[in-house]
């Protein structure tokens, strides 16, 4: 099975800063999809973003975009001008193309400081 | 926005209790999903539903648990005999297509007493 690791248990970032989330990802597959959900204090999942591995221009969704290495297996989530309610814990997923199965890493818990 | 709603938010259940947990996924969307979440882990995969048919499970979806889509907006888990273990909150997702993104419902926190 597809693993999945975020090794930032926890992270900060000031308000108005940027901050980046890791993940790693291990796969013996070429074709796949990457996300990023995000679960605030009420625990719904929450889409923030997505990458076909296919696609080689890094995704972008407003003050969000990744940095996706395909050779490294390294698809990190950038927050730029960070806000409180960007306070939240961050999940990276993993997708394979033919497979229906997500695989979520152990998650980052992202607090915001005013 | 469409989104996928659960119900109940809440469910608290005597041990050895069947319980069923109910979703009504985007309407347009093919795929269904059952993950869950013991509190403090991360989100694991339990089962995927197509076509009327479950199209993949993971090893924690046993002969307990059960899906079903009763009609053509409801898709319920139903756990026959909870235990304690069970406990944890209970994500229905659907997505329109095999490779797109999964959208969540806001969950069903199930407590096993």
């Known amino acids: 099975a597809q693993t999945v690791t975020q090794s930032q248990p926890e992270m900060s970032v000031q308000e108005a800063e940027t901050v980046t989330l890791s993940c790693t990802y291990d796969t013996s597959e070429s074709d796949y999809y990457l996300f990023w959900y995000k679960q605030p204090p009420s625990r719904q999942m929450i889409l923030v973003i997505r990458q076909e591995a296919y696609k080689q221009q890094n995704a972008t969704e407003n003050r969000f975009s990744v940095n996706f290495q395909k050779a490294a297996k390294s698809f990190s989530l950038k927050i730029s001008d960070s806000q409180l309610g960007d306070a939240a814990m961050y999940f990276c997923a993993y997708r394979s193309a033919v497979g229906n199965q997500f695989y979520f890493g152990t998650g980052t818990s992202l607090t915001v400081i005013p | 926005e469409p989104e996928v709603t659960q119900t109940p938010s809440h469910q608290v259940t005597q041990m050895g209790q069947e319980v069923i947990l109910r979703c009504v996924p985007i309407?347009?969307?093919?795929?269904f999903y059952w993950y869950r979440q013991i509190l403090g882990q991360k989100v694991e995969f339990l089962v995927s539903?197509?076509?009327?048919?479950?199209s993949e499970k993971s090893e924690i979806f046993d002969d307990q648990f059960s899906v079903e889509r009763p009609d053509g907006s409801n898709f319920t888990l139903k756990i026959r005999s909870t235990k304690l273990e069970d406990s944890a909150m209970y994500f229905c997702?659907?997505?329109?297509w095999g490779g797109g993104a999964i959208f969540f419902g806001p969950g069903t926190r199930l407590t096993v007493l």
């Open positions: 539903f197509y076509n009327n048919e479950i």
């Open positions: 309407s347009n969307h093919l795929y």
């Open positions: 997702a659907s997505s329109e």
